[in-house]
């Protein structure tokens, strides 16, 4: 069974850091493109950020790039989410995300999510 | 990286079908035919619905379609049923830009 445990979330205050860890089990991590999606209390899905499964084709969505950085470890089984100089709109619940079969980006797997709360 | 646009909501009774919209543009939902749609209950992860427009994945009930024209995807729930209350999200593949999600539907089952 597909498993994907997120952690690292908590309480902070802006401008400071924060990493999230995903632990992947049930299938071979090494092989599959992994996202980062978030949800701010009370709104929508967003796109984070992927990686590819050899840790290269990077990319970020407008509103973290330069703040975040994404990496994996293929050898522990796990995704990262670097977060630096957090802002009060970073506050949300961060999932990792698997990447499907479909041709393009689609998330067939979901953790169920870690929550981040920036505030002062 | 603007969000697609969902209608803020639909609803339908029990057998009915719905159909909730997604509007996107020629740079991500119109130029690809990676829109997937998700299924979420508020609290749990979010589950695939949909892939590549219209293609389900394994264990979805076939009640659940997905449809594309132009610059606008489309699911359609046929026999609604009360557990199909939720949050429905469509989003689409942006090439190298990442991935681009519509602000969500609430559907709620009278």
């Known amino acids: 069974e597909v498993q994907l445990v997120e952690s690292g979330g908590g309480i902070v205050q802006p401008g400071e850091s924060l990493r999230l860890s995903c632990a992947a089990s049930?299938?071979?991590?090494?092989?599959?493109?992994m996202h980062w999606v978030r949800q701010a209390p009370g709104k929508g899905l967003v796109w984070v950020s992927r990686i590819k499964s050899d840790g290269t084709a990077i990319a970020y969505a407008d509103s973290v790039k330069g703040r975040f950085t994404i990496s994996r470890d293929n050898a522990k089984n796990t995704l990262y989410l670097q977060m630096n100089s957090l802002r009060v709109e970073d506050t949300a619940v961060y999932y990792c995300?698997?990447?499907?079969?479909?041709?393009?980006?689609?998330?067939?797997?979901w953790g169920q999510g870690t929550l981040v709360t920036v505030s002062s | 990286q603007s969000a697609l646009t969902q209608p803020a909501s639909v609803s339908g009774s029990p057998g009915q079908s719905i159909t909730i919209s997604c509007t996107g543009t020629s740079s991500d939902l119109g130029g690809f035919n990676y829109v997937s749609w998700y299924q979420h209950h508020p609290g749990k992860a979010p589950k695939l619905m949909i892939y590549?427009?219209?293609n389900r994945p394994s264990g979805v009930s076939n009640r659940f379609s997905g449809s594309k024209s132009g610059n606008t995807a489309s699911l359609t729930i046929s026999g609604l049923q009360a557990e199909d209350e939720a949050d429905y999200y469509c989003s689409s593949h942006i090439s190298i830009l990442g991935v681009v999600f519509g602000g969500g539907t609430k559907l709620t089952v009278l």
């Open positions: 049930g299938f071979t991590f090494s092989r599959y493109w």
């Open positions: 995300a698997r990447d499907g079969v479909g041709s393009g980006h689609d998330f067939d797997s």
């Open positions: 590549d427009v219209s």
